[in-house]
């Protein structure tokens, strides 16, 4: 962040705290302001080339984001930030040190996923939230009739719908001993796919990256659940312009170790690493994450794939082609 705009946020800070005791109307436009600092500043983070710092810097912001929410409960800004800030702080944070731990303390890394766990469902919960303050009973909507509740969104609502299932897929996805919560994936496939049909080309293909996951184990999905994984993937990366690792790190581990294809395993997870992010600042940190969880996953490919030794640590060369589209949010 620079300096220009911490210090204007930090005055804002200063002067929201000062009129806590203020009446209420002063007390709201302050904290409003403050929320509408913090909720335009997402990008700042995005672009850091330090993970570690940021793993330290963002737990402070999404406090006061809640401290903030507790003055103002309704901020649909607020809410949508808390939502994804605390699903992107799970999975790159939490998650993740939890599976690259799990070969040296299985205990350890099951605390972990319990927090990630934990912290899912809290950003799922901030979602609801702000879903519910666009559409009154949205929540108690979904719980009885999914796709029929998910029908009512329009597409402003879809950063909301995004976020809040994904963060709910996930608590799901770290859940397998929790059948309640487990019977809850019909809501959250309800809000995808509506947000998928509602503008597919959300923050570059994120909608699509999800569902090369959730393809392969959806249930009654028809045809190929690889075809459709691969459809998804291969759309996700025409809308980043080959510029994000995710969607290759994520068809190498949901696809390429289902179907036991090391070769493409192996190829995709380089192509990620050659991934340039500096090419692309806003999504510096985000491929950043994604590159460390590839190297993560090639080094247990003689644990991922039957007969196979550790893999090469050095990459192939690779063409360097990359597809355009426009920049579309």
């Given at each position: 962040m620079s300096l220009n705009t911490t210090s204007k946020l930090l005055c804002l800070m200063m002067v929201c705290l000062g009129l806590m005791g203020s009446g209420c109307s002063i007390k709201r436009m302050a904290v409003n302001q403050v929320g509408n600092a913090l909720t335009g500043s997402g990008t700042t983070f995005a672009s850091d080339d330090d993970p570690e710092l940021?793993?330290?810097?963002?737990?402070?912001?999404?406090k006061l984001m809640e401290a903030l929410l507790n003055e103002e409960p309704r901020h649909e800004g607020l809410l949508l930030a808390t939502a994804?800030?605390?699903?992107?702080?799970?999975?790159?944070?939490?998650?993740e040190d939890a599976d690259e731990t799990e070969d040296k303390d299985l205990a350890v890394a099951e605390?972990?996923?319990?927090?990630?766990?934990?912290l899912y469902?809290?950003?799922?919960?901030?979602g609801?939230?702000?879903l519910d303050v666009k559409h009154k009973g949205f929540e108690k909507a979904l719980r009885a009739n999914p796709k029929t509740a998910a029908s009512v969104t329009t597409r402003q609502d879809v950063p909301l719908l995004y976020w809040t299932a994904l963060s709910w897929a996930a608590a799901i996805s770290l859940s397998k001993d929790n059948?309640?919560?487990?019977?809850?994936?019909p809501m959250v496939e309800a809000m995808m796919d509506r947000a998928l049909a509602l503008n597919e080309a959300f923050e570059y293909g994120a909608i699509h990256t999800y569902f090369i996951t959730y393809e392969m184990s959806r249930p009654g999905g028809a045809g190929d659940a690889a075809?459709?994984?691969?459809?998804?993937?291969e759309r996700a990366v025409a809308l980043s312009g080959g510029q994000q690792a995710g969607p290759m790190v994520s068809f190498a581990e949901a696809v390429c170790v289902?179907?036991?294809?090391?070769?493409?395993?192996e190829s995709l997870l380089h192509q990620a690493l050659a991934v340039n992010p500096d090419q692309k600042p806003e999504w510096r940190l985000a491929n950043l994450v994604m590159q460390r969880r590839a190297k993560w996953l090639l080094s247990r490919t003689d644990q991922l794939f039957l007969g196979a030794g550790p893999s090469e640590s050095n990459a192939p060369e690779l063409p360097k082609k990359t597809v355009t589209t426009d920049e579309r949010r």
């Open positions: 940021v793993k330290a810097a963002v737990p402070f912001s999404l994804s800030g605390f699903t992107q702080y799970g999975y790159a944070f939490v998650q605390e972990l996923r319990g927090r990630a766990r934990r469902l809290r950003a799922r919960n901030y609801l939230r702000g059948p309640n919560l487990i019977a809850e994936m075809a459709r994984s691969r459809r998804h993937f289902q179907k036991q294809d090391l070769k493409q395993f």
